[in-house]
């Protein structure tokens, strides 16, 4: 096996990690889904919740849980190349459904659920603007694939679907931080910020890298 097939083969295989990683994580999470219908306080998530559990927060509350997984799951199917090339019009109508239920279900739930956020303001500021910007991510997706400028549009919606894997990073680093008994007051605001911001500048960077690349191509060219 030459340097080159390694590369590939390593790349490969990081990617169908990830993969992995995702689907573990989000039916981890789905498992507690139990003890959310009807909501038990004594669970995970709705600990100390009794007190607002009602009104647009619940609204918000039912719409994440319900949204999260599937756009999560939808993104994984959008983002493969084969299923894209194989099958357009399927993408196509996938990618509709998962925009809508991104800017209808992820984004506005997320945004009310941020002003309840454990541990309070910085926290739930970190929340907010993760909703904000997925939404951005999403609808930028949608209209360069509208305009048919599908490279970009590729380039949003993986930065879309890496904003949505937050809830994925945020899990990892609570588990971390349950392990090493942290101190929840500031790992989990320092969560909920660097589970989006981490991987959002890392693909930034892959980006920047690849376009320098083909400059310095075009340039021996």
Not at 14 to 23: A, D, E, H, P, T
Not at 82 to 97: K, S, T, Y
Not at 136 to 145: E, F, H, P, S, Y
Not at 164 to 190: F, M, V
């Amino acid at each position: 096996m030459n340097g080159d097939t390694q590369i590939r083969f390593a790349k490969l295989l990081l990617k169908w990690l990830s993969v992995l990683l995702v689907l573990k994580v989000t039916f981890n999470i789905l498992s507690n889904y139990p003890g959310y219908f009807p909501p038990d306080f004594q669970v995970d998530f709705l600990q100390g919740r009794e007190g607002y559990f009602h009104g647009a927060y619940r609204v918000a509350f039912y719409t994440h849980i319900l949204t999260t997984p599937c756009v999560i799951l939808s993104g994984l199917v959008l983002l493969n190349a084969r299923f894209r090339n194989r099958a357009q019009g399927l993408h196509r109508g996938i990618g509709r459904c998962h925009v809508v239920a991104v800017l209808l279900g992820v984004v506005p739930s997320g945004l009310v659920m941020s002003a309840y956020a454990f541990t309070g303001f910085l926290a739930g500021l970190g929340f907010a603007i993760l909703a904000l910007v997925t939404g951005v991510c999403a609808a930028m997706g949608w209209r360069l694939a509208v305009q048919g400028r599908f490279e970009e549009h590729r380039q949003w919606m993986i930065r879309c679907f890496l904003l949505l894997c937050s809830a994925i990073a945020l899990r990892l680093i609570s588990g971390i931080a349950t392990i090493t008994n942290a101190d929840p007051e500031w790992t989990y605001p320092l969560a909920a910020w660097s589970s989006w911001i981490l991987p959002l500048v890392g693909f930034e960077l892959l980006l920047r890298r690849k376009k320098l690349a083909a400059i310095d191509r075009d340039h021996r060219d």
